[in-house]
């Protein structure tokens, strides 16, 4: 079967940096996002990797590692507005998106 | 440019009522998709869409049906409304092709009682 999966729930400090793992086994891999989702809205996207390594977007930046079957989503400078879920999802072998259930992230002041 | 709207922003519904979900896109994407989200699970792909005319089965499609008549138009119909279909639902749109950011409508509230 496909699987997705990220921790439940992390706690972290304003201003501090948190780092959220997502680990798949899939059928077939043709790219791996990051989306946030606040409480009670959509999810918006945040990040795409298809090749191995490191993608920097401002504060957010997105690991790939396909020979591990690992990602993660680092947060610099923590901010109270970055407290919502984060949701890991790839793309499978027919173009579609498999999601995990997403991590939630409390930022505590 | 509203994006994706979803109409209604929330309901109650009886045990076998039938209701329609309406989605819109002003986008011009190709690519059409339903989700359901329930509480600590991931989103579940209901039917989606890679063009009018053209619809697809997802994961969990079974009480639900879909058309796609339009490029902007993707309602979500269910006929005889169940307690497990008590969710939040999603309509994204993409463009499509390797690509496949998508963009997401605010969402539907169902209660199902």
């Known amino acids: 079967g496909q699987n997705i999966d990220q921790p439940t729930e992390m706690t972290a400090t304003e201003g501090a940096i948190v780092q959220i793992n997502c680990t798949y086994q899939?059928?077939?891999?043709?790219?791996l996002f990051w989306y946030q989702q606040h409480a009670g809205e959509a999810p918006t996207f945040l990040s795409y990797?298809?090749l191995d390594g490191l993608e920097e977007k401002g504060r957010f930046s997105s690991f790939l590692s396909r020979s591990k079957g690992y990602s993660y989503l680092l947060l610099k400078e923590l901010q109270m507005k970055d407290s919502a879920s984060y949701l890991c999802?790839?793309?499978?072998?027919?173009?579609?998106?498999?999601w995990g259930a997403g991590t939630k992230l409390i930022i505590k002041p | 440019n509203a994006g994706v709207t979803q109409t209604p922003k929330f309901r109650i519904l009886k045990i076998g009522q039938s209701m329609t979900l309406q989605c819109t896109q002003d986008?011009?994407?190709?690519?059409m998709y339903w989700y359901r989200q329930d509480p600590g699970m991931g989103l579940k792909l209901i039917y989606y869409?890679?063009?009018?005319?053209?619809?697809d089965k997802g994961e969990v499609p079974n009480g639900y049906n879909v058309s796609r008549s339009t490029t902007e138009d993707f309602p979500l119909r269910l006929e005889l409304a169940a307690p497990s279909q008590t969710s939040v639902y999603f309509c994204?749109?993409?463009?499509?092709?390797?690509?496949?950011?998508?963009?997401f409508g605010p969402g539907t509230r169902l209660l199902v009682l």
């Open positions: 869409s890679v063009g009018a005319g053209i619809t």
């Open positions: 990797n298809v």
């Open positions: 994204a749109t993409s463009l499509g092709g390797e690509s496949e950011t998508q963009y």
């Open positions: 999802a790839v793309l499978d072998s027919n173009y579609q998106l498999i």
């Open positions: 899939t059928s077939g891999f043709n790219g």
């Open positions: 986008m011009n994407h190709n690519y």
